[in-house]
């Protein structure tokens, strides 16, 4: 799948608060190219889930970037609310890739080249929401 300045929406229109929530599933060998809006709503966002989306208590990640497939993602994984599992044997290029996600749990071979310059290629976040070089964080 190639998708160029798009955001891909995992919700539903049913508004309560229980509706079920799409999920994100990349099988393994398939190939992703996304890189995110550069201004709009969605405003650097590769992929966002609606936070009513229901966590899996400790269960398999309903959330899947399985390994074998190739990966270019240009922006922000929004899971503010379910897991992320990033299974091993793939190659993936994260530019100027946040994880917001309640989980990341990375799995067998997994490996990543995480390419987030201050301004140079990350069009959609300012200097300021970067403050340069490379960063991880965990918050609970």
């Known amino acids: 799948m190639n998708c160029t300045h798009c955001t891909i929406v995992l919700t539903n229109k049913d508004s309560s608060p229980t509706a079920k929530i799409g999920t994100f599933d990349m099988n393994a060998q398939a190939t992703l190219n996304i890189s995110a809006p550069e201004s709009g709503y969605y405003k650097g966002?590769?992929?966002f889930q609606d936070?009513?989306?229901?966590d899996t208590n400790g269960a398999s990640s309903p959330n899947k970037f399985n390994g074998g497939g190739s990966q270019?993602?240009?922006g922000a994984?929004?899971?503010?609310?379910q897991a992320i599992d990033y299974t091993g044997g793939g190659t993936a290029t994260a530019i100027c890739t946040r994880f917001v996600?309640?989980?990341v749990?990375?799995?067998g071979n997994s490996a990543?080249?995480?390419k987030f310059e201050k301004g140079s290629n990350c069009p959609f976040y300012s200097d300021d929401?970067?403050?340069g070089g490379r960063r991880v964080r965990l918050v609970a």
């Open 101 to 103: 996600a309640r989980r």
């Open 45 to 47: 966002m590769a992929v």
């Open 77 to 81: 994984l929004y899971f503010p609310s």
């Open 51 to 54: 936070r009513r989306a229901q």
């Open 72 to 74: 270019v993602i240009s």
């Open 129 to 131: 929401a970067i403050g």
């Open 112 to 114: 990543m080249s995480n």
């Open 105 to 107: 749990t990375f799995i």
